[in-house]
């Protein structure tokens, strides 16, 4: 193994978190936010508890390694895209000429066939 690699253990909670934020942004209408900042918040406990046992051990490569995994995860966490899964689908339909301002007109103008000009109809 190599000593400058992250160890198993730090790998493994680094995906099961990341696991369990997916499913509670899936499974929860409230949103992105709550998963993210429970990922967020277990994530800075697992960085605390790697600088800890740092400082306790001395310099060595595989707990520098785990700090900055611990830290390139926090990193992606913090800079992921806040849409959730409804807000998605909402911003796609958007796209597509749908009315995206709450208080807009939905009345669009009828087709009303060809006019003449001038004449009046009998």
Do not use: Y
Request: proline share 6%; net charge positive.
């Amino acid at each position: 193994m190599d000593p400058a690699a992250p160890s198993d253990e730090v790998l493994d909670l680094i995906g099961s978190i990341a696991m369990h934020r997916q499913a509670m942004e899936h499974d929860s209408g409230s949103g992105a936010a709550p998963a993210r900042n429970e990922a967020l918040r277990k994530l800075n406990e697992l960085l605390a508890r790697e600088r800890d046992a740092l400082q306790a051990h001395g310099p060595g490569g595989r707990l520098s390694a785990n700090i900055a995994a611990v830290m390139r995860e926090l990193a992606k966490v913090r800079d992921s895209p806040e849409l959730s899964a409804a807000q998605a689908g909402s911003a796609r339909r958007n796209q597509w000429g749908r009315v995206s301002q709450p208080g807009a007109s939905r009345n669009f103008p009828r087709h009303k066939g060809r006019r003449t000009m001038g004449r009046s109809e009998r």
